[in-house]
């Protein structure tokens, strides 16, 4: 599995409307996609949340690297990158991905990037974010909790999808869900 994100930084005075009108008509164009865990089309407004900027950043979980390589060529990555520009995309490999079977429910979505301290046992640390990841979605405290590492850059991202925003932390960005596009079963 491959998770994956890219964002656009809006202007401060940037009519958000836009990008919920956008996700409203492009959000079911990408139900059953081949591939695909999930997509979280995603929000958020400067100051909303403690978001330093407006922000469009949706989420992939991907079952295959197959799908989002499709996606990345496709007709409508391409649509969005003429609208936006053409973003940093960003790719980790799961360690653990667990889905509520009440993830439709999402609203609201947290991410993490953790930075890996140099020489760390990696097992170690793959063996606790596994461990969260899925104590998370068992408590039901989430509805989805995807852990992945990236080791070019050494880093981890904790992603959340909740159906009430929780407490967030100093250093994570927390999003609205506007729609979430789902594998077909």
């Not at 964002?7 to 492009?26: H, W």
């Not at 852990?147 to 927390?174: C, K, N």
Request: aromatic fraction near 12%; charge should be neutral; hydrophobic fraction near 40%.
């Amino acid at each position: 599995m491959i998770a994956m994100q890219y964002g656009f930084t809006l202007p401060a005075d940037y009519d958000m409307s836009i990008i919920d009108r956008r996700v409203r008509e492009k959000g079911p164009l990408l139900e059953g996609f081949p591939n695909l865990g999930f997509k979280a089309y995603l929000s958020a407004r400067k100051g909303e949340f403690g978001s330093h900027d407006n922000l469009y950043a949706p989420f992939y979980l991907w079952q295959r690297p197959e799908g989002a390589s499709d996606f990345l060529c496709s007709p409508g990555f391409e649509a969005l990158t003429s609208a936006f520009g053409w973003p940093r995309v960003r790719t980790w490999i799961v360690w653990q991905a667990e889905i509520s079977p009440d993830i439709a429910s999402a609203r609201f979505a947290t991410r993490d990037i953790l930075q890996t301290e140099a020489y760390a046992p990696v097992a170690n640390i793959r063996r606790t974010e596994s461990a969260e990841a899925t104590a998370d979605v068992a408590t039901g405290a989430a509805l989805a909790s995807v852990s992945g590492f990236e080791p070019t850059t050494w880093t981890r991202v904790r992603f959340r999808l909740w159906r009430e925003i929780p407490e967030i932390g100093e250093h994570t960005q927390a999003y609205r869900v506007g729609h979430l596009s789902l594998a077909r079963p």
